[in-house]
């Protein structure tokens, strides 16, 4: 059973710094690849962010390009999101998850990518 679990949500005002931790319990920590999504009030989930396996590859939506910052640390089987210049629009659930998959390159950005789902931290971001 792998498990996620995300930290470090909050209420910051517009323009401030945020840092968003995933710890992941499994085993083999570094096959695994790992995205952050977010599901603000009356909308989709939507992808964020996502960091390959080995680290070195890194996905950013467009509207966080810039301003976010994934990265992880397999040592202790941690992966972070680091959000500056955070905005109003930027309000929403958070939520880690975990995929193995093959085609993870070519598909990161989906959500059925991904087998393994924290629940969430709430990002509030006041104007």
């Known amino acids: 059973q792998v498990q996620l679990v995300e930290t470090g949500g909050g209420l910051e005002q517009a323009g401030g710094s945020l840092r968003l931790s995933c710890a992941v319990s499994v085993r083999s920590f570094s096959t695994w690849h790992v995205g952050w999504f977010r599901q603000a009030p009356g909308k989709e989930r939507e992808f964020v962010a996502a960091?390959?396996?080995?680290?070195?590859?890194?996905y950013y939506d467009d509207s966080v390009k810039g301003r976010f910052s994934i990265s992880r640390d397999n040592a202790k089987r941690t992966v972070n999101l680091q959000m500056n210049t955070l905005k109003p629009e930027d309000t929403a659930v958070y939520s880690c998850a975990a995929s193995i998959s093959s085609s993870w390159d070519d598909y990161y950005q989906g959500i059925r990518t991904y087998v393994y789902w924290g629940q969430g931290t709430q990002v509030t971001v006041s104007s």
């Open positions: 960091i390959s396996d080995d680290g070195y590859k890194k």
